[in-house]
């Protein structure tokens, strides 16, 4: 994976960042602190949602360890042209041109022309966020 994967502590974890659980890039929705027991360190219970795909995942570790975390890029693109499930876009930076799913957030509201994030993560990508609206 490289440089693409960071280690943080899970004390570091909040909620609103991303972590990887079973290979999956995941923003973290909830997290549950276990005290620590007569045998045994604080045990961290985070759930994520996937984020190319919205599953919901759950990782338990002890308090002490650490959780490997993506290396998130947000770019820019354009809109090129819309399909029923699917937007065309081009990068603002190197003009390349390339596909991406629909999610049911932006189904409907994207036109040609209007500006989008398009965040990157362990070498796949995921639409953000619109930037302009017509």
């Known amino acids: 994976m490289g440089d693409e994967v960071t280690l943080v502590s899970m004390k570091e974890v909040r909620i609103?960042?991303?972590?990887?659980?079973?290979?999956?890039?995941?923003r973290v929705v909830d997290?549950?602190?276990?005290?620590?027991?007569?045998?045994g360190s604080a045990k961290m219970r985070v759930t994520g949602m996937g984020m190319f795909d919205g599953q919901k995942k759950?990782?338990?570790?002890?308090?002490?360890a650490d959780v490997e975390a993506p290396?998130?890029?947000?770019?820019?693109?354009?809109?090129?042209s819309v399909a029923d499930a699917t937007a065309q876009l081009m990068d603002s930076e190197t003009y390349e041109v390339y596909d991406l799913p629909l999610t049911d957030e932006f189904?409907?509201?994207?036109?040609p022309g209007i500006l989008?994030?398009?965040?990157e993560a362990m070498g796949r990508r995921?639409?953000?966020?619109?930037?302009?609206?017509?």
């Open 16 to 26: 609103g960042r991303y972590i990887i659980i079973d290979g999956i890039p995941c």
């Open 31 to 39: 997290i549950e602190t276990s005290s620590p027991g007569k045998h």
């Open 58 to 64: 759950t990782l338990l570790k002890p308090s002490s």
């Open 71 to 80: 290396v998130i890029t947000k770019k820019k693109a354009q809109v090129v």
């Open 107 to 111: 189904k409907g509201k994207l036109k």
């Open 116 to 119: 989008v994030e398009v965040m």
């Open 126 to 134: 995921a639409l953000s966020r619109a930037l302009t609206t017509e």
